[in-house]
């Protein structure tokens, strides 16, 4: 039985941080494993409550209690084996998900503190790892049916792995030279070592699951070669179509770009560097063609992708880096009149890469790129603006008089996510994107062509990792009765499925 006492003996704490002028010389973890006393602390905080709302705040449904009790009581074995009754890779969500069971969790009514859910979950996975817990699972005899997954990131990845457990014979084909999707060159190493995605796969292999790289399907193998070798295609291509900014003056000048065209470049930079430190052999690092060093940088956006590109331009050695918000400065906790709980509160979130260095300039926009008169950036002008929400359309009025120059030498654009991209193997497929740039699912998983299915980010649009899983398994579940498999996969959403939100 859990301590009913936990949270009355212990406060919510973290494991310290690596040093920042230590951890930004170089591309590694910022967050060091944690100590089992603190750990178990922690747990234990956990009281098992009657309606444990983190269930819901989850898609996946992970039992949290259930793992949390077990870690308080050091049964590590145990505590990974209902981890992975729910999650097929807690490495990932426990270092990537911004934690909306945290969010639910009933120690953070009126303001409490909640449990340290995601630091428990990584620490258990750490130790299943280290203690050899993660190995192969038995897999069934052969089904005989064919499944071709299309993109190697977390969604596919984990309908993969349900897949081949389930008998059937999986082959996932990534564009990209090493599987792992946006996980692989989009998150940087120092919020997900590398090392974490090759021992999944390690096991995923040993498994049955083949992994086809440097195939881009629709170009290099055609859809319909495809579906001739297949039983079912799943497309788990994700949603990488960069949100711009082309009507904005000065959009076209050099030194103005994408994020993820900084981020995939210098995070190549960073495996080739670590595959260079263990190879004596290694041949010349990749040049990066976008490079913060000595660079006056600012950053459109205030999401993950934003805060990634801020951490890396920390590494690369910027002059100054300013992050831009069009929204207000956002409270410190939540505002019960506008966020209820247990839905996912508006606050500011504070990531490892702002404690670096770096400000923050909140309620403003971007009039214009300012040319040095060579075309390239020299500054961004900007304006401070108001925004409100009429109709759920976004209305900004810009401030009069607010008007301002800051200096800029390399400008990037993390603005978000227009869906999936416009690729040929949609067109040769017969499946079109919806107006979000995403691609619609039947109640089956299904696309409007029978057999192909889709999940993740390319249904969903840019979310959450663990909300990739959760669709990733869905859909394996609908694959398998699909191809008549015997029994039935766990399934923890639908396609309509949405976070807990609050009626208006």
Not at 161 to 180: C, F, K, M, N, S
Not at 343 to 350: E, K, T
Request: charged share 20%; aromatic share 6%; hydrophobic share 40%.
């Amino acid at each position: 039985m859990p301590d009913p006492q936990g949270f009355l003996r212990y406060g919510r704490q973290l494991p310290s941080r690596r040093p920042v002028p230590v951890r930004i010389q170089d591309w590694r973890e910022v967050y060091p494993v944690a100590g089992d006393a603190l750990i178990r602390e922690q747990a234990t905080r956990c009281m098992d409550c009657g309606i444990p709302f983190c269930h819901d705040g989850c898609p996946l449904g992970n039992r949290i209690p259930d793992w949390n009790d077990l870690v308080r009581t050091g049964s590590w074995a145990a505590a990974i084996e209902a981890l992975h009754a729910t999650n097929n890779f807690p490495e990932f969500t426990g270092r990537l998900c911004p934690a909306p069971c945290e969010a639910a969790c009933v120690l953070g009514i009126a303001g409490g503190e909640a449990v340290t859910i995601k630091q428990v979950e990584v620490e258990i996975i750490n130790r299943a790892f280290d203690y050899g817990f993660v190995t192969p699972q038995a897999v069934p005899p052969p089904s005989g049916k064919r499944i071709a997954v299309v993109g190697s990131g977390p969604a596919g990845l984990a309908a993969a792995q349900q897949l081949a457990r389930a008998g059937h014979e999986v082959t996932v084909y990534e564009r990209d030279d090493a599987i792992g999707g946006l996980m692989r060159y989009g998150i940087p190493d120092f919020k997900l070592e590398k090392q974490h995605i090759d021992r999944r796969l390690e096991q995923m292999a040993a498994e049955g699951v083949q992994f086809r790289t440097s195939v881009n399907v629709g170009v290099d193998v055609t859809a319909a070669s495809l579906r001739e070798g297949h039983d079912a295609v799943l497309l788990a291509c994700g949603a990488l179509a960069g949100r711009d900014t082309p009507e904005t003056p000065g959009r076209q000048l050099r030194g103005v770009h994408l994020a993820m065209d900084h981020l995939v470049p210098a995070n190549r930079f960073a495996a080739a560097t670590a595959a260079a430190g263990n190879d004596s052999a290694a041949g010349p690092l990749p040049r990066v063609p976008i490079d913060a060093a000595g660079k006056h940088v600012v950053i459109i956006g205030g999401g993950d992708t934003a805060a990634d590109c801020l951490g890396v331009a920390h590494r690369q050695g910027a002059a100054g880096i300013n992050q831009l918000d069009i929204y207000p400065e956002p409270p410190s906790s939540r505002d019960e009149e506008r966020d209820p709980w247990p839905v996912w509160p508006w606050i500011l979130r504070n990531y490892p890469a702002h404690e670096e260095g770096g400000s923050r300039v909140f309620a403003v926009a971007v009039r214009e790129f300012v040319d040095d008169g060579t075309g390239q950036v020299r500054a961004v002008r900007i304006s401070e603006v108001q925004v409100e929400k009429r109709d759920g359309q976004r209305i900004m009025t810009y401030v009069p008089g607010s008007d301002r120059e800051l200096p800029a030498d390399l400008v990037l654009l993390a603005i978000g996510f227009d869906g999936t991209e416009e690729q040929p193997l949609l067109d040769q497929l017969g499946v079109a994107r919806n107006k979000r740039g995403a691609v619609d699912a039947r109640p089956d998983w299904q696309t409007d062509v029978d057999g192909v299915f889709v999940a993740g980010d390319m249904h969903r649009g840019a979310s959450l990792i663990v909300w990739a899983i959760a669709e990733g398994r869905a859909a394996a579940a609908a694959i398998h009765r699909y191809v008549g498999g015997a029994g039935d996969l766990p399934s923890p959403v639908t396609p309509s499925t949405q976070p807990l939100t609050a009626a208006r």
